[in-house]
């Protein structure tokens, strides 16, 4: 007999079937016990109408033969009448340290990342991490129907990408790697390697030393790279389309997780963009907020977040034209003004998101850009070389899957949207 | 208007297009020039017939406009007839390393693998990156069909997986980090999770001291893990299910690829099973080769799989029932003899590719072999508190994607089968 999941018992009224999950819930009256089993795909009520099973524990795992009844009173009008009820394994706490069966878990951030593998049997703990697989799920579908490849790029690597501030050091042999800040190099060799357009899905380190809601040392990062290009326009044009396409998507197949954490999400259309000068114009006009010199900090993106809100009713805004000074060193310059860049910011729900931009193609140009910057093109060599053999105009984005996930769903703290969240002090589970 | 790849050419003769792409080969005849174009998706002939763009360079980015037509003595029978030409970027090179143009490259493996972005313009060698990318998707596509979820697990972890040995060590703040040697922990811990079954396409890294044609320090591992198996027969009974779903798509989806390395895939049935105690025997009776205990070495996997090929027809074959002393500790003993394990290997035309097995569930059998095993539980408490919790009977199995590639396309190094490898003495590029 074939397992059925939880979520395609309806329509199996009045017929035999075979269940497997753990112990949700119990209320025991004796002559009849009423469980609720959990698997995968949902709860459902087991009514045992003998007196064996005494004893039986909260989170045990089980295996069930029954036959599926209509019942009105039981969740989604559904329960099993057990005919033979099988322990897979006898659990062996003293307490269960987290209330795992609750609606919405009362166990602190901390205590729920410390017991990581009962925090996430809760259902709505679950539904963070099936948006977040539908997201990645999403940007691979949407760009590979753009012509886009997927790549495996190093995460060992023997330079910092942005000059080697807060870059982990790994003792390779006998010498020193770094664990890459993002795959920006490699990327942008793929596009020139003939690739034209690639995306990666893989793991981003940033050694940076604040411990906040919305910083990891570890995370995800989504990135894009795309030869041929006009401009940076292009680029945004993209991101705008896939979070249309995303939006859509979740629309439909996370409709119950969405509605769990009561979230609307936009119809998005076109997203309002501005320069990075009229925000600090605004920010200070409207907020009286000032702003550090090339960016805006945290309290800004909070505050621009909600302009374009009330004024497009838009939960995203692109930033455009950050300063040269303050933009990497692979920064496109822009064509009016020389000081600024080809470059943006998406700022979603108060809360950046992504950085992107059009990249320098020239060889001569790149390299003379090192110089000026006061790096040495040599210690690049292996990247600032591929430009010498005929680099298309490109550039591209990347993505915060972590910060996107906790966005959409508007939680707290970053590490919610984490398995097994790395920070200053959190190196386990 | 739009750009046209020139896999989407044929069919629009007589129209004028717009193409993007790096100049392949040019044939210079005065009044008329002939230059081969190349895209993401392919070669198509430009033809020239004014005296405008003297001394364009191999590997120059274009962007042409012109009129398709037909000419049977093209490739693919159809040229381009160029009306207007811009260069997008000059090319800054002296000579170039390598002559992309040819079929086969006759440049060494270590040139190759310097100038990556050269090497990879190559169609051939791009080719090996289209079969990889469709191993990835047909594994998501395959798994996800059997209700699998993708997870991140993360990289930078507090204890190595095995014990410690072979393990990359990393300044984490002020304290020691690892780089994971397999997610194998955190699977298990998400099957327990309640994600009962889960995959990961990540990085693994083993800090082996040898220089082989087989072995990678940073390599990508698919990994499955799965919850409330019947036993490791479940596990292999899955993998085989998706080698024949990953050979049919191929067939499909990457004929031009497996033609250009003049490779037939087989039709997958049933992968022949033997123990490694019958393996020993036939090793030695047939081939006089001796093993190693508990194993087969490198020849013995290239002997057992003639073997296989001669008498089952197959390139695969599974090992099965390998003992305790050589397994990891958290491996389910036999049933019927407890000094051997549920655990197996999958050889693939002579090459390991894959290690899996049925994992212990018990909490105090977990713990106990920990202790047999001379480890102290503490050290992993974060894994092993997880088995307290009721945890079902699962297993699970991991394949190198880089193997994989290369076994398929039969290449004789693994650094072919991977984008920037990184080995002993290689961190760049």
């Known amino acids: 007999m074939e397992r059925t999941y939880v979520k395609d018992l309806s329509g199996q009224i009045g017929n035999p079937v075979l269940l497997r999950g753990w112990v949700h819930k119990i209320r025991d009256f004796g002559k009849l016990k009423f469980i609720m089993l959990r698997d995968k795909t949902g709860l459902v009520q087991l009514v045992i109408s003998d007196q064996t099973h005494e004893g039986l524990r909260i989170e045990t795992p089980l295996e069930v ?13 559904l329960e099993v009448q057990v005919e033979a009820l099988s322990i897979l394994a006898e659990p062996e706490y003293d307490i269960l340290p987290i209330e795992i069966n609750r ?11 410390n017991y990581r593998s009962l925090s996430l049997r809760n259902v709505k703990k679950r539904a963070i991490f099936k948006v977040q697989e539908e997201i990645t799920e999403c940007f691979r579908t ?56 690639v995306f990666e899905v893989g793991h981003a380190y940033r050694a940076e030393l604040h411990n906040t809601w919305r910083h990891l040392n ?10 041929f290009i006009k ?19 979740l629309k439909e197949t996370c409709a119950e997780e969405l509605e769990m954490y009561h979230i609307t999400l936009e119809d998005i259309g076109e997203i309002p963009k501005m320069t990075l000068e009229e925000v600090h114009e605004i920010l200070l006009d409207r907020y009286d907020k000032k702003s550090p010199v090339g960016n805006i900090d945290a309290e800004g993106e909070i505050l621009i977040s909600q302009y374009v809100k009330e004024k497009y009713n838009s939960d995203f805004v692109f ?41 320098i193609h020239s060889y001569s140009h790149l390299k003379n850009n090192m110089i000026k910057f006061g790096l040495n093109p040599d210690d690049f060599d292996f990247y600032v070389d591929t430009f010498k ?25 970053i590490r919610e949207a984490t398995l097994f969240p790395r920070d200053m002090k959190r190196l386990t589970p």
Chains 1, 2 share one sequence.
């Open 65 to 77: 033969r029954g036959i599926l009844q209509k019942n009105d009173k039981a969740v989604k009008g």
């Open 319 to 359: 930033l455009t034209k950050y300063p040269v000074k303050k933009r990497p060193v692979y920064a496109m310059p822009d064509d009016e003004n020389p000081e600024l860049t080809k470059s943006f910011d998406l700022i979603y729900k108060g809360l950046e998101i992504t950085t992107g931009g059009q990249r």
């Open 231 to 249: 401009d940076e326009f292009d680029l945004m044009n993209l991101e705008n389309r896939f979070m249309k396409y995303l939006f859509d998507h």
């Open 218 to 227: 570890e995370y995800v990062s989504l990135d894009v790279e795309m030869g």
């Open 142 to 197: 949407f760009l590979k129907g753009e012509m886009f490849s997927e790549i495996h790029t190093p995460k060992l690597v023997s330079s910092g990408t942005e000059g080697g501030s807060e870059v982990f050091t790994v003792k390779y042999f006998d010498r020193r790697a770094f664990l890459a800040q993002s795959p920006q190099f490699y990327k942008q060799m793929m596009v020139g390697a003939g690739f034209e357009r």
């Open 103 to 113: 609606e919405d878990l009362n166990s602190a951030l901390e205590t729920n990342l």
């Open 389 to 413: 053999y005929g680099m298309p105009p490109h550039g591209g984005f990347a993505i915060g899957l972590e910060r996107l996930t906790m966005k959409i769903l508007e939680l707290d703290n």
